[in-house]
């Protein structure tokens, strides 16, 4: 671990980046070039604390998951984010653990979208971020490890993860997780991530195994599609993804028309935020 080269890489992309840049607001009195420290340990959700001493020399080693979340806090292109991981003492990502490093382009506009819920999915169906809306409407997905993280696993393994979705479309959905992990399939491999998760749910779901048989392969977003929410009910919303040029990631974008229910309640979903999901839920 070279400590002086992380403490001078880590303070030079902190005083390059303006709040704007990440979504927040200059406020009035800004001294400070660039990102406040406890900006940057806000938005890769560690201690103020714990940053500082990464820029003064003194801090412990960080872990991966720990420089994957500066690396994302930073808007660090894949090459920036290789050289954090070397200089931090750590191997740079594999491929499969770089294909979660959100991309800086998806993140910008991410960074705008305050008043509907956004949020970055893998080509696997993994969440890499989302805003306090999607947090809201969705829940936490933070903690999730594993094969777990893919909401395509998740969709055909556990079953409070189909609750979100009216009784009525959850066929249809579920042949839309397969097709779009047909997609990734074909595109990745069999012995990438995605060949893993198709292994994985042939073994664990009858269901999943018969739709696999199908062969269909489609992005699985739909124009407009009703979402089921705990406290609100049900909420039609008009969905827009953005890929990358790789189509590895989207931004996904949920909208309501103006002055509708459903506006009115994606409006609420700022004041419940995301605390009446059950622990076991989501």
Same mark, same amino acid.
């Given at each position: 671990?070279?400590?002086? $080269? ?32 406890? !900006? ?14 990464? !820029? ?12 994957? &979340? ?16 070397? @200089? ?16 800086? $382009? ?12 956004a949020l970055i ?48 479309d959850r066929d ?9 992990l047909r997609a ?11 060949? +893993? ?6 073994? !664990?779901?009858?269901?999943?195994? +018969? ?10 977003? +739909? ?11 049900? @909420? ?29 309640? @994606? !409006? ?6 995301? +605390?009446?999901?059950?622990? &076991?839920?989501?």
């Amino acid at each position: 671990m070279d400590r002086l $080269a992380l403490a001078e890489f880590l303070r030079r992309r902190r005083e390059e980046l303006h709040p704007e840049d990440v979504g927040l607001p200059a406020g009035p009195r800004r001294r400070a070039q660039g990102l406040r420290r406890e !900006e940057v340990a806000s938005l890769a959700a560690m201690s103020t604390d714990y940053y500082t001493r990464l !820029e003064q020399q003194r801090g412990p080693q960080p872990s991966e998951q720990m420089l994957a &979340a500066l690396a994302r806090a930073l808007r660090l292109t894949d090459g920036e984010r290789d050289y954090l991981f070397q @200089i931090s003492g750590r191997n740079a990502p594999s491929p499969a653990a770089a294909a979660t490093h959100v991309s800086p $382009a998806l993140l910008r506009v991410l960074d705008r979208l305050g008043d509907t819920p956004a949020l970055i999915l893998s080509s696997l169906g993994e969440i890499l971020v989302q805003n306090d809306l999607a947090l809201a409407l969705y829940g936490d997905r933070s903690h999730l490890t594993g094969l777990a993280r893919s909401e395509t696993y998740r969709w055909f393994t556990d079953p409070a993860e189909r609750l979100v979705y009216p009784e009525q479309d959850r066929d249809r959905q579920s042949r839309a997780q397969v097709a779009g992990l047909r997609a990734a399939y074909g595109s990745m491999g069999p012995h990438s991530r995605a060949g +893993e998760l198709v292994r994985a749910l042939k073994k !664990e779901s009858a269901e999943f195994a +018969e739709l696999w048989e199908l062969h269909e392969v489609a992005r699985r977003f +739909e124009d407009h599609k009703t979402l089921i929410h705990p406290q609100l009910g049900e @909420i039609e919303v008009d969905c827009q993804a953005l890929f990358t040029e790789d189509q590895s990631q989207a931004l996904l974008v949920l909208t309501a028309a103006p002055r509708s229910e459903a506006a009115q309640k @994606i !409006e609420l979903l700022g004041v419940l935020g995301a +605390e009446r999901f059950p622990a &076991a839920a989501r």
